[in-house]
C-alpha cells in the first residue's frame, strides 16, 4: 500500500479550482422534476457542466415518473436515492454529462482529485448491485487502440463484495491500472476520495487507504472524443451495464492533487477497532514461548506485499528473542491461484524463514487451489522435506505434521487440508494415532465461523468444522487447540472432547478489515509456571510504521478488543496428562 505521505501533494496556495461539482439536493435543479420524468442539475462550480437524466428500461407507456427520491435533509443528509432494480422494476434511471459539457474534453493531464458521497443500498443483494457504476467515463479502451477490448476508460464502480474500484485508463499508458477500497458496509455514507498527482493514484474512503495499483508514472485519464460521463451507470463492451442502486449526495472534480484539508468533508473514520500503540513486552522466561499465527495473507500479498514481508521479516528476527516456537500459516497465500505474481511474492517472503532455518507450517486455502496443483509447487513437501521437525505429508500431498520442542513439551502441528479433508481422513487418524501421548495443534483453513449478535461473536462449526470435531478432535484427547482462518473475523471458544478435556478453538483472520489486515497476526503465550495462555493480535507492519511517525487509527501496533487480546487459564501438567 501506498501511504499518504508518500505522494508529494503541494501544499494549498490558493482556493480549490473544482472542474465540475454536483449536489444532488432539489435546490439544485436546473429544469424538470423526479414527477414530470426529467431533471436537470446544476454545476455549482460554475463551469457549466449540467448533467441531465436519462431513463432506461421503460415498463409501460405513460409512465413519466423517474425511480428517484430526494432523501430527508432533517439531519443534514440531503442526497437522491436511486432505486435500479431490473428483478422488480423494468424502469431505471441514471444521469449524463450534456453534450458540449467542458468536463467530456478533460484529459487531467495535471493530476486530479475525485470525491463522491455515497450511500449502498440495504439490504445489498450481489447479484442486483454487484458492478454498479457510482460514475463512468463513457467509452472504452478499444476505442482508442488501447489493450482490453472491453476495457473500460475510467469508473467508480461497487463490486460483488462492497468494495468502492476505481479502474482508469491513463493518457501515457496502455492498459488500465485499478484501485481497490476494503469491504465496507451497505446503508451507511462513505466519502470516497480519488487523487492523482500524475505518479501514482490513491483512494481513500472515509480517511483510509486501503489498497492501491503497484503501478507508478499513472497520468491523466484518456478520453473519446464525444463523449461524456455517465452518474449512476457503468458499462462494459461500449454499451450501457450496471445501473446504481443507493444515494448519492455530492460529486466534485478537481484538476489537480488536494491535500485533505481542502476535501469535501473532514472525513475521519468510524472507530470500529480497539487498540493500542503502547509497547507490550512478549515474556521470554525460560518457561514462556509463543507461536505465531499468520492469518489469510491473501489481501496482503496481492496489494500489500509489504505487510507480509514485514510480518515474516518480524517473526524470523524474533523467533530467538520472543521465543517464537512455530509459526503456522492459515491458508490463502494468494488471492488469485492463476496470478504467478502472487506466488513469486508469497515465496520470496516465506524464503526469509526458510534462510534464517526459523520453523514453520502451511496450510492451503480455498483460493490456492487450481488444476495444476501450483500450491504445490511452491509449498509442497519438497520445500520441507529437509527441516528436521517436518515428518511426513498425506497421500494428498496437502496435508502435513510435523514435532516441534516447546518449553517442557514436544508439541505434534497437524495441519489438515480443507479441500482433501475426507481423502486425507485416515492418514490424519494414523498421526493422530502414532502421537497419543503429544499435545496437538490441528490447523486447516475451514472450521470455525462466527455471527454476530449485536457486539457479541457466536462461533459456530462449519460444515467442513463439523466432520473435523467429529471425527479428529473430539476422539482425540491429545488435540488440545484447533486454528483457523477463512471466514471474516476473530472468535474463540472453550469446548470438551469425548474425555471431558478442554479444547481451545481459534478463528483468526483479518483479511475484510483495513488494508487487507494491515498486518496483523495472532501470538499465543504460553506461560506454564502461571498456567495460563495469552493471545494477542500484533502488526510488525504498524511497527515498522512507528519508527517513522506516530501512527494514527487505524494504525494499531496492537488490537485489544474482547476477541484480539485475552488470556485463557491452561492446567499445563493436567491438560497434557496424556497417559
Request: charged share 25%; net charge negative; with cysteine.
Amino acid at each position: 500500500m501506498q501511504h499518504e505521505r508518500m505522494m508529494q501533494i503541494p501544499q494549498r496556495q490558493r482556493p480549490v479550482r473544482a472542474l465540475a461539482h454536483w449536489r444532488f439536493a432539489a435546490d439544485r435543479v436546473k429544469s424538470g422534476s423526479i414527477q414530470a420524468g426529467s431533471l436537470v442539475i446544476e454545476d455549482v462550480s460554475g463551469s457549466g457542466n449540467l448533467i441531465e437524466s436519462v431513463v432506461v428500461h421503460h415498463e409501460s407507456k405513460g409512465q413519466t415518473c423517474l425511480p428517484l427520491s430526494w432523501t430527508n435533509s432533517a439531519h443534514g443528509e440531503e442526497g437522491l436515492v436511486f432505486y435500479n432494480d431490473r428483478i422488480r422494476s423494468a424502469r431505471g434511471c441514471y444521469f449524463q454529462t450534456v453534450k458540449d459539457a467542458p468536463i467530456n474534453r478533460e484529459r487531467f493531464e495535471q493530476g486530479y482529485t475525485i470525491e463522491a458521497i455515497v450511500r449502498l443500498p440495504q439490504p445489498f443483494h450481489e447479484d442486483r448491485h454487484s458492478w454498479m457504476g457510482v460514475m463512468t467515463r463513457q467509452g472504452r479502451g478499444a476505442d482508442i487502440g488501447r489493450k482490453g477490448e472491453n476495457e473500460l476508460l475510467a469508473t467508480l464502480s461497487v463490486s460483488n463484495c462492497k468494495e468502492y474500484q476505481w479502474v482508469c485508463h491513463p493518457m501515457n499508458r496502455d492498459t488500465s491500472v485499478t484501485n481497490w477500497s476494503r469491504y465496507l458496509k451497505a446503508d451507511e455514507w462513505h466519502h470516497v476520495v480519488i487523487i492523482n498527482d500524475t505518479e501514482q493514484t490513491l483512494l481513500y474512503v472515509n480517511g483510509i487507504c486501503d489498497y492501491n495499483s503497484p503501478a507508478r508514472d499513472i497520468a491523466g485519464i484518456a478520453e473519446v472524443e464525444g463523449r461524456g460521463w455517465n452518474i449512476g451507470a457503468s458499462e462494459w463492451g461500449g454499451r450501457l451495464d450496471k445501473l446504481f442502486s443507493g444515494a448519492i449526495r455530492e460529486i466534485r472534480i478537481a484538476g489537480e492533487p488536494l491535500v485533505r484539508a481542502d476535501w469535501l468533508i473532514d472525513s475521519k473514520p468510524q472507530q470500529v477497532l480497539q487498540g493500542t500503540n503502547e509497547r507490550i513486552v512478549l515474556l521470554n522466561g525460560e518457561d514462556n514461548y509463543n507461536f505465531a499465527f499468520i492469518p489469510d495473507p491473501q489481501k496482503l500479498v496481492y496489494l500489500n506485499p509489504e505487510m507480509f514481508t514485514a510480518q515474516v521479516e518480524w517473526t524470523a528476527q524474533h523467533h530467538g528473542k520472543a521465543r517464537i516456537a512455530m509459526t503456522a500459516v492459515l491458508g490463502d497465500i494468494v488471492d488469485h491461484s492463476e496470478a504467478l505474481d502472487e506466488w513469486e511474492r508469497s515465496s520470496k517472503a516465506i524464503d526469509i524463514m526458510d534462510q534464517c532455518r526459523i520453523p514453520y507450517m502451511m496450510t492451503a486455502g480455498n483460493h490456492d487451489y487450481d488444476a495444476d496443483d501450483t500450491y504445490l509447487r511452491y509449498y509442497g513437501p519438497e520445500r520441507f522435506a529437509h527441516k528436521d521437525y517436518y515428518k511426513g505429508c498425506s497421500p494428498s500431498r496437502y496435508s502435513s505434521y510435523g514435532v516441534i520442542e516447546a518449553g517442557s513439551y514436544f508439541y505434534v502441528w497437524l495441519m489438515v487440508d480443507m479441500k482433501h479433508l475426507l481423502h486425507d481422513m485416515s492418514w490424519c487418524k494414523g498421526v493422530l494415532g502414532q502421537h497419543r501421548h503429544l499435545p496437538t495443534i490441528l490447523v486447516s483453513h475451514d472450521i470455525l465461523y462466527a455471527e454476530r449478535d449485536g457486539e457479541r461473536r457466536i462461533p459456530h462449526d462449519s460444515e467442513n468444522g463439523t466432520i473435523i470435531w467429529e471425527e479428529l478432535v473430539a476422539p482425540n484427547n491429545q488435540v488440545f487447540m484447533t486454528v483457523n482462518g477463512h471466514y471474516d473475523g476473530a472468535v474463540h471458544r472453550i469446548r470438551r472432547n469425548e474425555c471431558g478435556k478442554e479444547v481451545i478453538q481459534l478463528l483468526i483472520n483479518y483479511q475484510d478489515s483495513y488494508r487487507g489486515g494491515n498486518g496483523w497476526m495472532r501470538l499465543a503465550e504460553f506461560d506454564e509456571r502461571a498456567n495460563r495462555i495469552s493471545f494477542r493480535t500484533f502488526s510488525p507492519w504498524v511497527e515498522r510504521l512507528a519508527e517513522c511517525a506516530a501512527p494514527a487509527y487505524p494504525d494499531f501496533r496492537f488490537l485489544t478488543g474482547p476477541y484480539d487480546c485475552f488470556q485463557l487459564p491452561f492446567q499445563f501438567q493436567e491438560r497434557f496428562n496424556l497417559e
